[in-house]
């Protein structure tokens, strides 16, 4: 079973539109979690980057939130534009341990924006 | 100030062969991450270089071996390449090894095997 998994698979959605992504993760504890966005054919971009002990981060139309009890995230999607068409991955950071920060990712969420 | 670069971009290699990927970390970055990305999943962690040293690997087999130079640059080698070795393979470097230190991925080489 994936330490995280994503919902749902894949989404299309209409400019100008709002949209929310999940991620929901059995690793316990862990030190951060991460949203990047992969845009087709390049490697991912980091979105936010948040701490067990933070609830929410945004960066500009993204907005991330953690809820630690139930082992979810959320990436939700202000107003999407075109360019937002892209994977979206949820990546949970195991503590630091042997000298080595292990990444667990989860398969990604597909998002189209159409016109 | 440049980011993660790889090379090549694209290869195509045929099954039994030897294929060496090269990377360079963003300026500053002295910890370099690789990854195998199949297509439609999540990346995969092959191994971590830190001090010219692997660090930590991932469940690959041993075909799959790396480097570090004194300039903090790395290469993946793998061996006797398998059709199942076709995918993206990305690098990221970071600033140290710890939790919360930032990765930043280069492109990725796109390998297919015939």
């Known amino acids: 079973k994936n330490q995280v998994e994503q919902s749902p698979q894949s989404l299309i959605i209409l400019e100008g539109k709002n949209c929310t992504l999940q991620c929901n993760y059995t690793v316990s504890p862990f030190s951060n979690l991460r949203w990047y966005k992969q845009d087709t054919g390049r490697g991912p971009v980091s979105l936010t980057i948040m701490t067990f002990s933070e609830n929410t981060k945004s960066n500009g139309r993204y907005t991330a939130t953690l809820d630690a009890d139930t082992k979810q995230s959320s990436l939700h999607i202000t107003a999407s534009q075109l360019s937002d068409s892209a994977s979206y991955i949820c990546?949970?950071?195991?503590?630091?341990?042997?000298?080595?920060?292990?990444?667990?990712f989860g398969a990604g969420t597909r998002l189209a924006v159409h016109p | 100030d440049a980011g993660v670069t790889q090379s090549p971009t694209h290869l195509i290699k045929t099954r039994g062969q030897q294929v060496t990927l090269r990377c360079s970390p963003k300026?500053?970055?002295?910890?370099v991450s690789w990854y195998q990305q199949a297509l439609g999943q999540g990346p995969q962690f092959i191994f971590q270089?830190?001090?010219?040293?692997?660090?930590q690997r991932g469940n690959f087999p041993d075909r799959f071996s790396g480097h570090q130079f004194p300039n903090y640059s790395s290469e993946l080698n793998v061996n006797a390449l398998l059709l199942g070795d076709s995918a993206l393979y990305l690098c990221?470097?970071?600033?140290?090894?710890?939790?919360?230190?930032?990765?930043?991925f280069g492109d990725g080489t796109r390998l297919s095997i015939l």
């Open positions: 990221a470097s970071s600033k140290g090894t710890g939790n919360n230190q930032p990765q930043h």
């Open positions: 990546v949970v950071t195991l503590p630091y341990s042997g000298g080595y920060n292990k990444l667990i």
């Open positions: 300026s500053g970055h002295d910890t």
């Open positions: 270089y830190y001090e010219e040293e692997e660090r």
